[in-house]
């Protein structure tokens, strides 16, 4: 990774001897500790997808008591995403990511000895609290010592970082399970998230500097809501963000099992290509969207064609033509990739003194709707009964996506009724 210059934090031009990295400092001290944070935080995130059959023989879970348990994760991931933009500006990345890691451990450990669903329910959301703060963290690092010109293309690394994380919680991961349990890959990845924290405590430079200050958090937060160019992009991406968080890391890889009756192995393969995918999209995005606007179309118009393909897929799952089920798995993963477009067009478009504060709230909106997709969709899953082997019908995953789209069409009906208007600027609050 290029730095394009030595780079210094603003409180480093403080102080008498200012503190620099070159490039290669950058990558190791900065960029690679905090992207291994999130790595992990995408596998973790992800990793009931593979371990479902696991955790539904080993406690008898309900199709509603899975959805709960892995989405608990995004509840508590919502729950902890003020707090931690507040940490985050008055105490720096390195002090606040290495103390939710080691919570994020703790969780791990408590989940690899848990006796029922309530003590796994607990233990994820304690897993969720310790890594809700790992991406922003990263973002936070890597904006203090990188110049703003290249922040855009080491978000998209970021992002692909956490692609190839939600990859490792498939085959890779399927693949351990022939040497331990899944209690015990949760005790090693207790282990690793502690590591990481450990790592960036010794790596990252100790120049934080004095704490930020800020305003009230709550007039802010309604400053954002109420900038049209946030309003636009929210009513555009959000749901459609939420549903690809919530289904991608739990219920592609059940309907693959339920509805396709493909054996674990070639599921845990189908799920790999599936997250895998995201590398390729996260760049790919990135230069569709630079492509576009060299031409005159602007963010907010890529996101309205990729969504309305991302909605298209969907459907597809609903008419269920058994001959598309290998390609439509991945491919919900590929086209949902188009949902994180929805970082960059807040960043661009709102003030720099509120972009921090944007992207958090932006955050706690996602993770919320993404709890609620994936509880809700076990629930939708759950008015169906399991035959023998446990596994929900066609129809209970018909009813589910079809839910899914019809909340995501009025989206898509504002955005094209406002074109008809005069365009918002999205370069004003």
């Known amino acids: 990774m290029r730095a394009g210059r030595a780079m210094q934090p603003a409180t480093a ?17 900065v960029f690679l500790p905090f992207a291994l944070g999130h790595y992990l935080s995408s596998l973790l995130r992800n990793v009931n997808a593979v371990l479902a059959t696991h955790l539904v023989g080993a406690l008898a879970l309900t199709p509603g008591q899975l959805g709960l348990l892995t989405s608990a994760l995004f ?50 959301a304690v897993m969720g609290c310790g890594l809700g703060g790992c991406f922003m963290a990263a973002v936070k690092a890597v904006s203090t010592w990188i110049a703003p010109n290249r922040l855009p293309s080491v978000h998209g690394y970021l992002i692909a970082v956490g692609g190839m994380g939600a990859a490792s919680a498939t085959m890779p991961l399927r693949a351990m399970l022939d040497y331990t349990d899944w209690r015990g890959l949760f005790c090693l990845l207790g282990a690793l998230v502690a590591c990481t924290g450990l790592l960036i405590a010794l790596l990252y430079p100790k120049a934080d500097g004095p704490a930020a200050k800020r305003g009230p958090l709550l007039p802010a937060l309604r400053e954002v809501w109420r900038a049209p160019s946030f309003r636009a992009v929210a009513s555009l991406v959000l749901i459609p963000h939420a549903v690809f968080f919530g289904v991608q890391g739990l219920w592609i890889g059940r309907w693959l099992s339920d509805v396709a009756h493909y054996p674990e192995d070639a599921v845990a ?43 298209l897929v969907q459907a597809a799952f609903v008419v269920g033509y058994r001959p598309s089920f290998p390609t439509l798995s991945v491919m919900f993963t590929l086209v949902g990739t188009i949902t994180g477009i929805e970082y960059a067009i807040v960043a661009q478009s709102m003030p720099r003194e509120l972009t921090g504060r944007a992207a958090t709230f932006l955050n706690l909106l ?31 995953y018909r009813a589910g996506f079809a839910l899914l789209v019809l909340i995501q069409l009025p989206g898509l009906w504002n955005f094209a009724r406002q074109r008809k208007a005069p365009m918002v600027d999205l370069s004003r609050p």
């Not at 031009?13 to 001290?29: C, D, E, I, T």
């Not at 995201?278 to 907010?300: H, K, Y």
Request: glycine residues 12%; proline residues 4%.
């Open 13 to 29: 031009l403080a102080s008498q001897a200012p503190l620099r990295l070159s490039g290669v400092g950058v990558f190791f001290h």
């Open 75 to 124: 509840f508590a991931f919502a729950l902890v995403q003020l707090p931690v933009g507040i940490a985050l500006d008055r105490y720096g990345p390195r002090r606040v990511q290495v103390a939710m890691l080691l919570l994020a451990a703790i969780g791990a450990l408590l989940f690899a000895n848990g006796a029922g669903f309530w003590d796994l329910l607990a233990a994820r």
């Open 269 to 311: 393969y189908l799920l790999y290509l599936g997250m895998a995918a995201v590398v390729f999209g996260a760049i790919a995005v990135g230069m569709i969207t630079e492509w576009a606007g060299r031409r005159g179309m602007p963010p907010l118009s890529v996101a309205a064609a990729g969504v309305t393909f991302f909605v």
């Open 366 to 396: 996602i993770f919320i709707g993404a709890f609620l997709v994936q509880a809700g969709f076990g629930l939708v899953i759950g008015l169906w009964k399991t035959d023998l082997l446990g596994h929900a019908p066609l129809e209970a």
